[in-house]
């Protein structure tokens, strides 16, 4: 590929965390993938990508965040359809959600909010609790007993003998 050729920039997709944020760069099929991450809260991307039976191109993008990042703690993941970042906050921002993901000010046509990540600060606890919930304990609840569940609302037994001798019914 001639060296004057023009990079195409990725689509980026954020969520974030009161502790970390959740970066998603959207390409088919990433080839040799360059990702670094600086302390100052800049992260590097670039890779050749396309989609099977198309052209390969060059892909990069620089992210300046809004807030330095702890970068050592920060890991990194490539699949076949996009690149997974999750970069952690430093100490000094942790806890609180950032106003936005990056220093400049405005709308970049290429950052997009990740609704899939996305939690609201005030429903972020409650979202950590069921992402924590573990399948392996609805096995658990199979070793009780059938008679626990025998009894209804009011602790009485649901197969009462009374409702077995009910009158007939009268011809009027």
Not at 73 to 81: A, E, L, P
């Amino acid at each position: 590929m001639p060296e004057d050729a023009v990079k195409l920039t990725p689509t980026v997709l954020w969520a974030q965390r009161k502790d970390r944020l959740l970066i998603t760069i959207d390409l088919p099929n990433p080839e040799h993938p360059r990702v670094n991450l600086e302390e100052e809260g800049r992260l590097t991307f670039s890779a050749t990508a396309g989609k099977d039976g198309e052209e390969r191109r060059e892909y990069e993008v620089v992210l300046e965040f809004l807030h330095p990042v702890n970068a050592k703690d920060s890991k990194i993941s490539v699949g076949n359809r996009q690149v997974f970042v999750v970069v952690m906050k430093t100490e000094e921002f942790s806890g609180e959600h950032w106003p936005r993901l990056l220093r400049a000010k405005g709308k970049v046509p290429h950052v997009k909010t990740d609704f899939n990540k996305w939690v609201d600060e005030d429903e972020e606890e409650e979202s950590d609790r069921d992402a924590a919930f573990d399948l392996a304990q609805l096995r658990e609840l199979s070793t009780y007993e059938h008679s626990t569940y025998e009894k209804d609302f009011y602790g009485e037994e649901e197969d009462s003998d009374e409702d077995d001798d009910m009158p007939d019914l009268e011809r009027i």
